[in-house]
Each structure stands twice: as C-alpha cells, then as structure tokens.
C-alpha cells in the first residue's frame, strides 16, 4: 500500500506564508508527476502547483509568483512554499502523485488533505 501524508497546514494572517509538504511511504518504486490541489467550501477542486520528476513546474494564474512547489526525489516528497497568502486561499490543499507501486505499474493516489486558513 501507498500513503501520502500531508502536513504543514494552518491559520494565519494576510500576507503571511505557510510551507506544505507531502511524504510518499509505502510501496513506492517511482513518482512521475506530483502537483498540490485545492478546494474551498462549494467550489471545484482546482490544481495549484504541478512539477514533473526532473523538475518543471507549472501554477495556476492565481498564485503564480506567490507559491513554490518543489521536490525531494530521495525523500519521496512534494512541497508548496506559499508567500503573500490572501484570503482567497483558504482551501483544503490535496497532495497527488502519480506513483509506480506494487503493481508496477503507474497509480494515482491522493493525500488526505490539510487545511489552510487565511484570515482577512
């Protein structure tokens, strides 16, 4: 089995910055694509960040500039580095991999979701 465990969450200000991260465990042969998801209370969930396993990235227009994502491919681990947060960022935020399990074959799973809060 596959675990994607998100952590770093929170409440803070306008402004302020919060850093995520999302660890792999389990059977994990390989991790292609990792990205970082959101979804606030009566919205769709919306891709924010995406990097591939050699490194390149693509944001959404909503937080291009502001957000980070990088990756720790010995670590199995994903992260958003998130500055200058307003409150339209308040979301669940969703880790995705596309990971070569047991199976060996590529899978998707998603993490369990953290919140994040912004207050005006």
């Known amino acids: 089995q596959v675990q994607l465990v998100e952590s770093g969450g929170g409440l803070v200000e306008t402004g302020g910055s919060l850093r995520l991260s999302c660890a792999a465990s389990?059977?994990?042969?390989?991790?292609?694509?990792m990205a970082w998801y959101r979804q606030a209370p009566g919205k769709e969930r919306e891709e924010v960040a995406f990097?591939?396993?050699?490194?390149?990235?693509r944001y959404a227009a909503s937080v291009q500039g502001r957000f980070t994502v990088t990756r720790d491919n010995a670590k199995n681990t994903v992260f958003l580095q998130m500055t200058t947060l307003l409150p339209e960022d308040t979301a669940a935020y969703f880790c995705?991999?596309?990971?070569?399990?047991?199976?060996?074959?590529?899978?998707?799973?998603w993490g369990q979701g953290t919140q994040v809060t912004v207050s005006a």
């Open positions: 389990g059977s994990v042969y390989d991790i292609d694509d």
């Open positions: 990097i591939t396993h050699g490194g390149t990235t």
């Open positions: 995705y991999a596309n990971i070569r399990d047991h199976t060996l074959s590529f899978q998707t799973y």
